[in-house]
């Protein structure tokens, strides 16, 4: 064979066996035993697809965890952040922007408990986790919201939704990091507590 | 509540109220398990460059042979310089040339589903970046490309770019090693180079990434209704977790999303941030610390390891504290450090551990924004850049550091009289002038197209930082390109025909023509003899030649772009924290 030929036939065949076989395999097999995993933990409920997991999407009501803030608008089909440097003067207007949002959204919360990642972008646009502290300073507007739609009492709110803050946080690093949590796996919880008790419908979610 | 349980709810609190602290800690956890996997698998590269069999070998050495026989080469088959980079560069070229009609084609394609043709700027430069190890992408949507190119080319280019890049080292140590005046066959070294060391860690990190939670699918994308509304959003899927371990393992760097690895479905906690720094510092480190193994001398091979980690630990504290501290005029809120642009999950030392672990291999890979970097943070993750990844890719690092070295050996000897001698073989002119083309080549590529590029008034149009940040988005862009990095800062619209085809020059010129002196080298070297030392050379294991060494590098590596430091990130710097320099911009 000549070199050309040589170099010819290893490029076709090395493409194709580590390319194309090599990856079609993995997915069909992890397709089949990992269904869950495979297709980035879907949130599902009965037999319905909401979400994943792993991305935030707009939680566009008051008893929702909101989220950190969103450069692609919580496009699920998308992703990415802005490309303003920190010098950049709309990085700071943006900034502003969004605390004032929190705050108009969250009453009474006092600027200095707000995490800056709650009111800052992140990379992926889509960032399903805020801190632990970000979570705690929603509370009272959440079990107010909740409040309006069950008239169950705010105390058992409360209690209810520091329950499932505590059980769903994690910490970013064993023994050394900080804590956050998730924020679609709370609002899973949030309704599935409505929907357990009849309080909303699965036709309206 | 027991003195020893206070003890540890004592420091848990202090560690979570500390971050400072913890994220020192964090970041060196990182480095100690990265180098403690490296040192294991040190062992294992240093069989395969002094060609004897290792573990995989009943496994493998029948498939290697019977890829040999399929094309009728054997190992006993020794290449001189031209016969191996000729058969190097025609393998590239053909796989280049089938990666690129299969992106332009993709639409007429099996498997296109609905995606569109690429225009040939785009395309031109996606194959080029992912051939050269790069991974430069100036597309984001994954929809962008087909099930096809996303696998046959993207993470086919990832295996093959690895594995010649593995296959070159083996040859340069060879070179070195060997006596026989020809340093391989190309073809051998490559399939052992996929078959004993890549596809074999790709297989186990696939594994673990799939159990953490990353996807790996064949189905284009899920239909999701997001909660309360009635808006319907197709989150893209696909081979996610293979392509996510070649790209790391391989030190190649391009994601599968835009947000690259800050997409959560590419990284979404601490543990799959660990495996996948782990898996891109592992086969450089481990190669270095195998030089010492393959030469017989463990001191030299430490005296590397201390080396590199020095920039490293000096590169990650400082990007560590530059995103800690933030920039003053935006300290709103309960401020934890600059968290713009960061996963919650991943955290400000995890981010940029990782950023700076990514730009001293040549990885790239990113799990950030970092456009959104500070000015102090963007320094100590350009550092590596400048340095043309002082650790290097899967191989390259090991020619880049020698590079380093011989220009270091030969000025120290002249310096205090001795021969300018490496494991025992005598530096002649042939070596110190490849060497030297070899390391201007780098700061050529990168400067004179910066220099042009600020000359073209139309190319400022798309830019949407003020002032000194350009500057550094410009170096950052370029950097990446020639040092075959590929980790992008963004900031204005990469995907112009212009940057397209510049920084697909730049990225050919940054790995071949490198490549190729570097070969030369070992061509020169493989026909030396290793002659008995008397003394009569300077000592290149101990800790004053490391600390030549490190001089060596920040002297050339350096100092040729300070200039531009100077009017880049420095300036901004200056303006961010109201200093009177910065008041001039």
Redesign the interface.
């Known amino acids: ?1 000549k ?14 066996i ?3 076989i ?3 395999v ?3 097999i ?2 089949h035993a ?1 269904p869950f ?7 599902e409920i009965d037999g ?5 997991y ?2 935030a ?5 008051s008893f ?1 965890f909101q989220p ?1 803030p969103s450069a692609i608008d ?16 709309a ?2 207007n943006l ?2 922007k969004y ?1 004032h949002r929190f705050l108009s959204e969250n009453p009474g919360v006092n ?21 632990l ?1 970000g979570a705690i300073i929603q509370i009272p507007r959440i079990s107010i919201a909740l409040h309006n739609i069950t008239n169950l009492s705010i105390s058992y709110l409360y209690s209810f939704l520091y329950s499932i803050v505590n059980s769903t946080k ?11 949590v998730n924020v679609v796996h709370l ?1 899973v919880d949030i ?1 599935e507590f409505l929907l357990r008790d009849g309080y909303i419908s699965r036709s ?2 | 509540m027991n003195l020893i349980e206070y003890e540890a709810y004592f420091w848990a609190k202090f560690f979570v109220a500390e971050r400072a602290v913890s994220g020192v800690i964090i970041i060196l956890i990182y480095l100690i398990i990265a180098s403690v996997f490296a040192y294991i698998l040190s062992f294992h590269i240093a069989k395969i460059y002094s060609d004897e069999k290792t573990v995989f070998s009943r496994a493998t050495g029948g498939v290697i042979s019977f890829f040999e026989k399929l094309i009728g080469e054997s190992p006993d088959h020794g290449m001189n310089f031209r016969e191996y980079f000729t058969n190097l560069l025609l393998f590239n070229f053909f796989a280049g040339l089938i990666s690129f009609l299969v992106i332009m084609f993709q639409n007429y394609l099996p498997f296109s589903y609905d995606t569109i043709g690429m225009p040939p700027s785009l395309a031109f430069n996606t194959v080029v970046s992912f051939l050269t190890n790069t991974d430069i992408q100036h597309y984001s949507d994954p929809m962008r490309l087909s099930y096809l190119s996303q696998t046959l080319v993207i993470t086919g280019l990832m295996f093959l770019s690895a594995g010649t890049g593995f296959a070159a080292s083996m040859a340069f140590v060879r070179g070195i090693r060997t006596d026989r005046g020809n340093i391989g066959n190309f073809y051998h070294d490559f399939l052992v180079a996929i078959f004993d060391l890549i596809l074999p860690l790709t297989i186990i990190v696939t594994v673990i990434l799939i159990f953490a939670g990353i996807p790996e699918t064949m189905q284009r994308y899920v239909t999701v209704n997001a909660f309360l509304t009635n808006k319907v959003y197709n989150i893209p899927l696909g081979p996610v977790a293979t392509l996510e371990a070649i790209k790391n393992i391989g030190t190649n760097g391009g994601g599968f999303y835009g947000a690259n690895a800050a997409y959560p479905f590419e990284n979404p906690d601490w543990f799959t941030n660990l495996v996948e720094f782990v898996s891109f510092i592992i086969i450089p480190l481990a190669s270095l610390l195998a030089l010492g193994i393959v030469f017989g001398d463990r001191k030299f091979g430490r005296m590397l390891y201390w080396v590199v980690m020095f920039f490293f630990i000096f590169d990650a504290l400082f990007a560590f504290f530059g995103e800690f501290v933030g920039v003053p005029f935006l300290h709103l809120g309960y401020y934890t450090g600059n968290m713009v642009g960061k996963e919650t999950a991943i955290g400000i030392s995890q981010s940029t551990i990782f950023a700076v672990g990514a730009t001293i291999t040549s990885t790239g890979a990113s799990n950030a924004a970092l456009v959104s970097y500070t000015p102090a943070g963007i320094i100590g993750v350009l550092i590596g850049l400048l340095l043309n990844d002082p650790l290097g890719g899967v191989g390259t690092g090991v020619l880049n550091i020698f590079m380093y070295i011989i220009f270091t050996v030969f000025i120290a000897s002249l310096m205090v009289g001795k021969l300018p001698e490496i494991m025992s073989l005598r530096i002649s002119s042939k070596e110190i002038k490849y060497s030297t083309l070899s390391l201007i080549t780098h700061p050529l590529l990168v400067v004179i197209p910066l220099g042009i590029t600020l000359m073209i008034p139309h190319l400022m149009s798309t830019f949407v930082n003020p002032g000194s940040s350009r500057i550094t988005e410009l170096l950052y862009e370029f950097a990446s390109a020639a040092s075959n990095n590929g980790s992008e800062m963004g900031g204005f619209d990469t995907n112009q025909p212009f940057f397209n085809y510049l920084d697909g020059v730049l990225m050919l010129l940054g790995r071949y023509l490198l490549m190729a002196f570097q070969l030369a080298i070992a061509q020169a070297f493989s026909v030396k003899k290793a002659k008995a030392q008397y003394y009569r050379s300077i000592d290149t294991s101990n800790w004053i030649f490391g600390m030549l060494l490190i001089a060596a590098m920040i002297l050339i590596g350096l100092l040729s772009y300070f200039p531009i430091i100077v009017l880049g990130p420095l300036l901004s710097w200056a303006h961010d924290f109201n200093l009177m320099l910065g008041a001039m911009v």
Not at chain 1, 37 to 43: A, K, L
Not at chain 1, 75 to 88: F, I, T
């Open positions: 064979m070199s050309y030929t040589k170099a010819f036939v290893f490029a076709v065949l090395f493409l194709f580590l390319g194309f090599y990856p079609t993995t997915a069909l992890t397709e990992l995993q495979s297709e980035g933990q879907p949130v319905h697809i909401y979400g994943s792993l991305l999407e707009a939680f566009n009501s929702f950190r919580y496009n699920l089909s998308e992703s990415g952040s802005y490309d303003y440097s920190l010098g950049n003067p990085m700071l900034t502003e605390l600027i200095s408990e707000i995490p800056y990642a709650m009111i800052s972008y992140s990379g992926s646009g889509l960032d399903p986790d805020i801190p502290q994690a910490q970013n690093f064993p023994f050394f990091g900080s804590y956050y609002n309704i309206q979610i």
